[in-house]
């Protein structure tokens, strides 16, 4: 049985990049080990959605993202949950100030739509965050956030609805390559044909692509999430602090549409491997820190936590371009934990690169995301 393009992973990636080739008037294949599409990392996800990035190359194709993920419900009439409520950085040591302001100028070169605000207007924005040493901040107000699984299934409905071909509970165990091209992958059911393979397996990227003799500088690590009972809403904005702490660097939580907080943590030094098993550490960890910013938080009540896994590239950015030894092999991998907001942009920039369509601006996004860059810089906000 052969495609003109197999993709690896029916996750946060794999699902929008094969609607948008079936856009275009290519039909995949997508295979995937779990049962539906996002049961992978994509669940895992907490829902933010920001352009608000340090380096062009994530803060254009994320204003993209942000274009297709607010407009779907108008379009298509997925309710995904998308909630415009921005990002805001408060702000209480100087040299975070220093920080952010010195990237504003930049973030506004390259379109994204944020600002410097005082104490006040913080203040206006998260009712009742603790004021002491509070400097102010920044505000992204086009950021926001959506629910990832159903976002994800509005995308898979669309793909199936253009054509799409998926494969569930399937397993692909090769990349089959002869004479340095692709001609096909093998799963545990069966053998199938094709010239161009999409890598968009995240975290299973290596042992994948290492099956076709290419080794990627992908290594994941761990992050705990969790989600409370619903409250009558009080703020609208992801709250993100940047402050390091024992154990842990930035935190960052929002309000969804249905009144549940959602919170995360980056622990330091990470969490390297693929164990998912949640901790004893986590709920003390975040919790303290995120009742002192924001105190009234202190009575809410925890229903579930989890555990999930992030692709880390050395350098935070993801991996996006051709392989230069398996001729026919496209990666879309190591999102670093920003799958979900890269995904709708990233997915549209691989099709144009399957079709041959790339653009200008898609130049200078490929060269900040290829896998073969020096990986010297390290955004500021990965």
Not at 145 to 152: D, K, Q, R, T, V
């Amino acid at each position: 049985m052969n495609f003109d393009v197999i993709i690896a992973g029916a996750g946060s990636v794999g699902v929008p990049t094969a609607m948008s080739l079936a856009e275009l008037g290519i039909k995949p294949l997508v295979i995937d080990m779990h049962p539906s599409p996002g049961q992978g990392e994509n669940k895992h996800a907490i829902g933010g959605i920001r352009a608000t990035h340090s380096t062009p190359g994530k803060i254009r194709i994320c204003r993209r993202s942000i274009e297709i993920f607010s407009t779907w419900e108008q379009l298509f009439g997925d309710n995904i949950e998308w909630l415009q409520g921005g990002y805001v950085y408060p702000v209480y040591r100087p040299e975070d100030e220093k920080l952010l302001k010195g990237l504003l100028p930049a973030q506004k070169q390259h379109g994204l739509n944020i600002n410097w605000v005082g104490q006040k207007k913080i203040k206006a924005l998260i009712p009742g965050i603790n004021a002491e040493g509070l400097r102010g901040g920044t505000v992204s107000p086009d950021d926001g956030s959506i629910s990832p699984l159903l976002s994800i299934n509005a995308f898979y409905r669309r793909a199936l609805a253009l054509g799409v071909q998926f494969r569930f509970q399937e397993t692909i165990t090769r990349i089959i390559c002869e004479k340095g091209k692709i001609v096909g992958v093998a799963t545990d059911k069966q053998n199938y044909g094709t010239q161009v393979v999409i890598d968009a397996a995240g975290p299973f990227s290596p042992e994948l692509c290492r099956t076709a003799g290419v080794d990627l500088p992908i290594a994941p690590d761990s992050h705990e999430g969790a989600i409370t009972e619903p409250v009558q809403p009080f703020f609208h904005c992801m709250v993100v602090d940047i402050r390091p702490a024992p154990g842990s660097k930035s935190y960052y939580f929002y309000q969804n549409k249905q009144g549940q907080v959602i919170f995360c943590i980056t622990p330091d030094p990470p969490i390297i491997g693929k164990d998912k098993r949640e901790t004893s550490v986590f709920l003390p960890q975040v919790c303290s820190r995120m009742v002192r910013l924001l105190p009234r938080l202190k009575n809410l009540r925890v229903r579930r936590t989890w555990r999930g896994l992030y692709p880390m590239t050395p350098d935070g950015a993801p991996l996006v371009g051709w392989n230069r030894n398996a001729g026919g092999l496209l990666h879309a991998t190591g999102m670093c934990g920003q799958g979900l907001m890269l995904a709708p942009g990233v997915a549209e920039l691989a099709a144009r690169m399957v079709v041959g369509q790339t653009t200008t601006e898609d130049e200078m996004v490929m060269a900040e995301f290829s896998p073969y860059r020096k990986f010297e810089a390290d955004e500021a906000l990965k």
